[in-house]
Each structure stands twice: as C-alpha cells, then as structure tokens.
C-alpha cells in the first residue's frame, strides 16, 4: 500500500515538473535569439526614408517638405499617405524568423530574379539606400511572399500581403481625396445645374438656409449629408491623357462651389459622362481629370425640394429631367 502511494506521488511530481518544464522552457529561452536580432533591416526607421523606388513597378515615390509625391514621366502627383506608412511599416516588420533556402541557386524557384521579382529601394535624406530587397513568389497560403535582402542569398517566407500591396495599380499609389473641406469651415454652397442656380447659406447658429432659387428654411441634416460626402470624395479612375476641353470642364454640366470662413472658395466642375458608371470632374485650373461615381453626385447635386425644410410646405414642381440618373 505504502509503495502504491509512492508511485502515486511520484506521478504527480512528475506530471507537475512537466507542467512547469512546458510553461517556462528553460532551454529554449536561454536560445532564444533576441527580436531584434530578427529584423531583416534592423536599423530601419520610416521617418527616415526619403525616396522610395519600387523597380519593375517603375515606381519613384519622393517625400517633398512632408508630403509624399508619386514622380512619373507625366509628372508629380500627390501620393496616397495611408499607402506610403504601410509600404514602411511593412519593411520595418520585415523578419528572418522563417528561412526557406540560403541557396542563390534556388532564387529563381521563389520569384526572386530580376523577371519575376520586384526589387524595393528605400533612400535617406542624402541618398543613401537604408533598404534595398526583392519579393518574389507568393507562399504556400497565397497572401505571404519571399523576400531577400540585395545583398544576401537567405531567402525568407515573409506573412502579410506585401505582394499585393506592391502590385496593386498605379492609380490605386495616388492620393485620391479629390475635395476635402471641414463641415464647419463652409458658410455658403452654390450649386449650378445647367442654366439652375441653387445658394445656401449658413447663419451665425450655424442653421442652413435657402437663398435661391426663394427664400426658405434648408434641412441641415441633408446638407450635412452633402458636406460628408464632398469631404470623403474619392476620384475611382484618373484621366491626366485629357484636356478640360476633351473631358467637357470648360463648359461643365455641374458646378458646385463652397465659401469658408476665411472667404475662400473651392470648385467641383463635372463634365462629360466617362462610362456608365462615372462622369469626368476637375477642381480647378491647372487640376487632374479625375473619374467620380453616379451615386456620389447624385447626393451632391440634389433637386430643390429635397432641401428644403420638412416643416415647409413646399409647393410641388413638375419634375426635371435629370442630369445625372
């Protein structure tokens, strides 16, 4: 009985001494190797990059007094900041914690030569490279992709999407906000389709009201609404091959302008239609022809009755045929 006990506590020590063994792992934190010792730029820091060159792509991106720019041979172009931040952030992730080969033989069989890879620069301030690396063949799961750095043959399986990130269109690299403006910044808007002319104005109570074409009290959630929608505006497609003239902005079916506080104004001219789905729209002389969506013009360029105050009987028009459907 005695020895049947001693087994018993036996047992138990070691099934405790186990537990502690696979919680702790001694061994494996005495070689454990330090994180940053798996970074594959250890120094790299994105507030230092000052150019970045995407090859293949023939992608330049330049930082110009803090604002990214995306260089082309048609010229410079404000670069999505949100696009920018996660292509350095992604390399500053960058880790050597899952080695595929260390072979140069086998850089063809992960993507990683000069036909299928993309190689990635990252300069500083003086020109110096602080990044230089390939990606090659998506991994196994379909979304992780080999990586090498230029002056190494290891070879790494990198998760995330940087693949996709570094192959998505060109459009998709520039900054496409295409009229930001604070609602509480805009004291007047002045909408013109075709020969109509439509003002509002805001009062010092900041309640809205309509000028033309009568006298009437607005629905401040509907012009809220308006002012949402013309902050968040995004050009879908760019069309910097045409001219105003090509595009119908020299003599614009649509014109929506805002005064602000500081009485400067802001425009958004509206043209031809460029498919079935969008019209071509500008900003303003000297501006890119961008592509905008329907829909979104159809709340910016609402009919008069759906302005106007709930609580005003409002007598009924015959309706127009409208411009945009």
């Known amino acids: 009985m005695k020895s049947k006990r001693n087994l018993i506590l036996i047992m138990a020590l070691l099934i405790a001494a186990g537990v502690i063994f696979f919680i702790e792992r001694p061994f494996e934190r005495n070689g454990r190797v330090a994180e940053g010792d798996?970074?594959?730029f250890p120094d790299f820091e994105p507030w230092k990059v000052n150019k970045i060159y995407v090859g293949s792509r023939n992608l330049m991106f330049e930082n110009r007094e803090g604002n990214w720019l995306l260089i082309t041979e048609s010229g410079a172009y404000s670069a999505d900041r949100n696009q920018i931040a996660a292509l350095l952030q992604a390399i500053r992730e960058l880790k050597r914690d899952n080695i595929a080969s260390e072979s140069r033989d086998k850089q063809s069989l992960f993507g990683l030569n000069a036909t299928e890879g993309i190689e990635v620069i990252a300069y500083d301030l003086e020109g110096q490279k602080i990044a230089d690396f390939w990606v090659g063949k998506k991994g196994p799961d379909g979304l992780s992709a080999y990586v090498k750095r230029a002056d190494t043959d290891e070879i790494v399986?990198?998760?995330?999407?940087?693949r996709d990130h570094l192959d998505k269109p060109l459009k998709l690299w520039r900054d496409r906000k295409v009229f930001p403006v604070k609602a509480d910044d805009v004291v007047e808007i002045t909408l013109q389709v075709q020969e109509e002319t439509v003002v509002l104005n805001r009062d010092t109570q900041g309640g809205w009201f309509l000028?033309?074409?009568m006298a009437r009290k607005a629905d401040g959630g509907?012009?809220?609404?308006?002012?949402?929608?013309?902050n968040d505006l995004e050009a879908v497609d760019f069309a910097d091959q045409l001219k105003p003239v090509e595009a119908g902005l020299t003599t614009p079916t649509l014109r929506l302008g805002v005064r602000l506080k500081d009485r400067s104004t802001k425009m958004l001219l509206v043209g031809q239609a460029a498919n079935e789905w969008g019209y071509y729209a500008m900003t303003g002389e000297g501006q890119s022809v961008v592509v905008l969506q329907n829909a979104v013009l159809r709340v910016l360029f609402p009919e008069v009755k759906?302005?106007?105050?709930s609580s005003v009987d409002v007598p009924v028009k015959e309706p127009k045929d409208c411009v945009i459907c």
């Open 222 to 230: 509907r012009i809220e609404q308006m002012l949402t929608v013309l």
């Open 306 to 309: 759906e302005l106007e105050a």
């Open 157 to 162: 399986l990198q998760p995330g999407n940087l």
């Open 38 to 40: 798996l970074l594959v």
């Open 211 to 213: 000028v033309k074409p």
